[in-house]
């Protein structure tokens, strides 16, 4: 078997749909605004995306497996408590991040002015620097449910490698 290079690559993608009286968050971040996404947790969906990523890059199971919806241990959890968990068991394995790159699709609210916020949460739970992260934020312009305004959806993609012994 030929020897690869120690460098593994991972994508995640996750949507919620908004609901009235929700808490809006993203990135770890709370909006201000009268509408949130519907979710078991706090339907972060920008989080849930980056812990996909990281865990298929790892090649691990999905978000899903280790924190069910089902289980009453994880409603309306704060899902930086997830990322953290995430990025402890790619420690276990010997991952580390290089970088998380992400995309989300969102007609509302305005998501610039609280980028930085959003990365100095994620960079805290991944255990990273905030330049080891990006977010972008996009409309639907107007098309599809997405451009209808009825949710918000997330990609992310994440670049990491493996160390010689875990790094806890
Ligand atoms: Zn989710």
Not at 38 to 60: E, M
């Amino acid at each position: 078997m030929k020897t690869l290079p120690p460098i593994r690559i991972g994508q995640g993608y996750d949507i919620h749909p908004f609901k009235d009286g929700r808490p809006m968050v993203l990135g770890g971040v709370t909006f201000d605004t009268p509408y949130g996404l519907d979710g078991h947790s706090d339907a972060d969906v920008l989080t849930h995306a980056i812990c996909d990523a990281l865990l298929g890059a790892a090649g691990l199971p999905d978000i899903g497996h280790y924190f069910p919806n089902t289980d009453p241990a994880y409603k309306g959890i704060d899902s930086q408590e997830l990322l953290k968990q995430v990025a402890i068991t790619l420690h276990e394995s010997c991952w580390e991040i290089v970088n998380i790159d992400t995309a989300l699709i969102a007609e509302k609210p305005k998501i610039y002015p609280r980028v930085e916020d959003m990365k100095a949460r994620l960079a805290a739970s991944a255990g990273i620097e905030t330049s080891q992260i990006g977010i972008k934020a996009t409309t639907n312009e107007k098309i599809g449910s997405l451009g209808r305004a009825e949710g918000i959806a997330a990609h992310a993609s994440a670049l990491i490698y493996k160390t010689n012994e875990p790094n806890n």
